[in-house]
């Protein structure tokens, strides 16, 4: 295992600039997910800590030792292509022992490296088939193992899952984050996926063009995005996005939105009273939203809003009401799939006013974040 410092890189394709004067810290054992659209430019930072891109600006260092000029060969580092690039005209037992060959790894010993890792991935019985006769879920096994029995400091995984359906994905991230818990390697893994980030990270390294908007655990990157970015790119459904004024109304502090007055919780209202009277960007996840059927159990910070239901999507176990709410607002909101919603009916639903998240208009940054 090996901690991987990212110092201040740059990357250049001509004179479009894909990495800004990045900064990133993996620690020793850590599973970091590089998390973002297409195009943030998370695998070519993968390639650069591979040496599969030449660094333009900045340092790498891997265990304590300057990467940059390190040749990928000689690098303790392997890595697992989107594609797996398994040989196709090699059976699975040399797909998976041609590294050990290629440095000239003693045969018995490559004979145990192999056993060891094809047991550990459930792949005993197939090292004498080829990569046609095996299931796609199989070949990212395969690949994964290949990189395995070379013992690198670190294991980088570019979107190695994305070839895979949904029932062969969420088992393989069962396996990805067993396999970490017994081999402990440093793995950095490369995804557009948010589900796979927040399933199998310690921490979430969000890019957005070529810049880290956050770095900080599943919970945190969730409960308390830094920037709209993040708050937006994180989340499922995506978070309700209004704007907004601060202002007092009623003794009570809150927002002024184009569907209502949000009220504060005691907290926020205390850390807001200074900003009174500014523009805000206020977003409100769709989990953060109920139905109200009476008014038992509101609290004093719960607001609620009248919405014109315009469109019911079941998912399996809830469903997402998109409705409307004054001046023609888009507002989305979860029900359970015990409750009957149809388009055009009117509901009161209730925003809780701990949860909302409010953002600065021209730095988009999180003026909550602590």
């Known amino acids: 295992m090996a901690d991987v410092v990212v110092k201040g890189i740059s990357k250049y394709f001509g004179e479009h600039r894909v990495i800004s004067d990045l900064d990133l810290d993996v620690k020793s054992g850590e599973f970091v997910t ?3 659209p297409s195009g943030c430019g998370k695998t070519t930072l993968l390639r650069m800590i591979a040496g599969l891109e030449k ?11 300057r990467y940059n000029d390190v040749p990928a060969q000689h690098r303790s580092v392997a890595m697992v292509f989107q594609s797996y690039a398994l040989f196709p005209h090699m059976s ?3 797909n998976v022992g041609f ?3 290629i440095k000239k790894v003693g045969r018995e010993q490559i004979k145990q490296k192999i056993a060891w890792a094809l047991s550990m991935l459930n792949l005993d019985g ?3 088939r080829f990569p046609k006769e095996i299931s796609g879920g199989q070949r990212q096994r395969v690949a994964l193992a290949r990189a395995l029995v070379l013992d690198p400091d670190v294991l980088l995984l570019d979107e190695p899952l994305s070839n895979l359906d949904t029932t062969l ?4 991230m069962e396996e990805l984050k067993r396999i970490h818990g017994q081999v402990g390697k440093t793995i950095i893994y490369v995804s557009h996926n948010q589900v796979e980030a927040m399933t199998m990270s310690d921490r979430i390294a969000l890019l957005n063009a070529g810049c880290l908007e956050q770095y900080d655990t599943p919970r945190m990157v969730y409960d308390e995005p830094r920037t709209l970015f993040s708050a937006s790119f994180i989340g499922s459904p995506v978070m309700n996005v209004f704007n907004g004024q601060i202002e007092h109304e009623d003794d009570m502090m809150g927002v002024s939105t184009p ?3 949000f009220i504060f919780d005691k907290e926020t209202a205390l850390r807001t009273q200074s900003i009174a009277g500014s523009e805000v960007i206020i977003g409100v996840r769709p989990q953060n939203i109920a139905r109200a059927d009476h008014y038992a159990a509101r609290r004093y910070s719960d607001t609620m809003v009248m919405v014109t239901v315009e469109l019911v999507q079941s998912l399996g176990d809830r469903s997402l009401v998109v409705g409307r709410g004054e001046n023609e607002t888009i507002i989305r909101f979860l029900v359970t799939r015990e409750d009957d919603i149809r388009p055009g009916q009117q509901l009161p639903v209730f925003i809780d006013g701990r949860k909302i998240h409010l953002f600065d208009p021209l730095r988009q940054t999180n003026m909550l974040s602590k």
């Open 259 to 261: 569907i209502g007055f």
């Open 92 to 94: 699975v037992y040399d």
């Open 55 to 65: 660094i333009d600006k900045g340092d790498l260092f891997v265990g304590g030792k």
């Open 169 to 172: 994905r969420d088992k393989a």
């Open 126 to 128: 197939l090292g004498d």
């Open 99 to 101: 590294g050990l060959k």
């Open 34 to 36: 590089l998390l973002g």
